[in-house]
């Protein structure tokens, strides 16, 4: 694939999936943030360097799309770099540049989130560098059962629920769901609860917050909250008849995991 193959790839999956968060109601207002760190990015430096402290060292010289601070996914879907910017981090990880990247010649102050992007795009590159995409969303089923204290105080037994609704879901989660307890939006706490169970899970569910996955781009990561989400749904559509949901059986998880997942 070409550089410019890839460029548009990647946004073009960039504005699909914000499309995606919007017309699923994940994405109400401003919420939600993702970034993609770029393999290449062919503009020019478009302004002095924007300090920030604390950039982890294994990103200088990196190039990320970042969703705007304010930003909605219901614009960035059709105008990405109007709701959205290309970012160089500086070489001596001092803070970043904003990269040309049409449309028109505003630069877009990235989320607030920034911090917790970068910290999170560090930790890919140190332990799983194929990973480029962090996404943050708020699915409305997964939110619902995060309020639930029996399972917001004991993430495993959601894990199995959410793992047990079809056969779909323990395969293509192999890792799973955990959830947070409530930190704060935007929180050094928040940030450093889901840089740690991003070692061992698939998606992070915050607590009556939302969720988070990473990927090797934005289609996968979205496909990991979107089969969560999937089982989410299950659950509440069978407590809303009346019944608790039966669940797929040990055995069966079991089975699953040695014959299925293993070949993937
Ligand atoms: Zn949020």
């Given at each position: 694939m070409t550089n410019n193959e890839q460029h548009n790839k990647d946004i073009d999956e960039i504005k699909e999936i914000a499309g995606y968060l919007w017309e699923r109601g994940w994405a109400e207002r401003?919420?939600?943030?993702?970034?993609?760190?770029?393999?290449?990015?062919d503009g020019k430096i478009t302004s002095?360097?924007?300090?920030?402290?604390?950039?982890?060292?294994?990103?200088?010289?990196?190039?990320?799309?970042?969703?705007?601070?304010?930003?909605?996914?219901?614009?960035?879907?059709r105008y990405p770099f109007k709701h959205g910017a290309v970012i160089k981090i500086s070489d001596d990880v001092a803070g970043y540049r904003f990269l040309?990247?049409?449309?028109d010649?505003?630069?877009?102050?990235?989320t607030m989130e920034l911090g917790s992007h970068l910290e999170l795009q560090a930790k890919m590159v140190a332990?799983?560098?194929?990973?480029?995409a962090v996404l943050h969303t708020h699915p409305i089923e997964l939110i619902c059962l995060s309020h639930n204290p029996k399972l917001a105080r004991d993430p495993e037994k959601l894990r199995t629920?959410?793992?047990?609704?079809?056969?779909?879901?323990?395969?293509?989660?192999?890792?799973?769901?955990?959830?947070t307890e409530y930190a704060l939006p935007g929180s050094t706490q928040l940030s450093k609860l889901t840089g740690s169970a991003l070692d061992n899970f698939d998606v992070i569910l915050w607590e009556?917050?939302?969720?988070?996955?990473?990927?090797?781009?934005?289609?996968?990561?979205?496909?990991?909250?979107?089969?969560?989400?999937?089982?989410?749904?299950?659950?509440?559509?069978?407590?809303?008849?009346?019944?608790?949901?039966?669940?797929?059986?040990?055995?069966?998880?079991?089975?699953?995991e040695r014959i299925l997942i293993n070949k993937l």
């Open positions: 401003n919420g939600g943030n993702i970034s993609l760190r770029l393999k290449t990015w002095e360097l924007v300090p920030i402290a604390d950039i982890p060292t294994n990103l200088a010289g990196s190039i990320l799309y970042i969703s705007g601070t304010g930003c909605r996914m219901r614009d960035l879907a040309e990247c049409g449309q010649g505003t630069n877009v102050k990235p332990s799983n560098p194929e990973y480029r629920m959410l793992w047990s609704t079809m056969p779909e879901s323990r395969v293509f989660l192999p890792r799973g769901v955990d959830l009556k917050h939302g969720a988070l996955a990473t990927g090797r781009d934005m289609v996968e990561a979205f496909d990991f909250i979107d089969v969560a989400n999937k089982s989410a749904t299950i659950i509440l559509k069978c407590m809303a008849a009346g019944f608790t949901p039966e669940g797929l059986s040990q055995d069966n998880l079991e089975e699953m």
